[in-house]
């Protein structure tokens, strides 16, 4: 994957948490369909640098090549 796409995919990720922290329905619901939490333990909003590693495992889980493949764009597309 060339820099500049993964570049666009975290600055779309970072945003799509902060949408989903401010309450966008569609940005929450994309990270509940990967059964991401948005939320620390301690109730603090999640960075994407936090998120990554959650979401990379699971996409891991996901035995099925397309379902990972989809969902793993969900969290990196533009949340209206």
Do not use: H, W, Y
């Amino acid at each position: 994957v060339e820099q500049d796409t993964m570049d666009k995919s975290l600055a779309k990720l970072t945003q799509n948490l902060g949408k989903a922290a401010g309450g966008n329905e569609k940005a929450k619901k994309m990270f509940e369909e990967l059964g991401i939490s948005l939320k620390n333990t301690d109730g603090s909003f999640k960075s994407a640098g936090q998120a990554i590693p959650e979401i990379a495992e699971k996409l891991k889980s996901i035995a099925n090549p397309a379902e990972r493949a989809a969902r793993s764009t969900m969290a990196a597309r533009p949340a209206v």
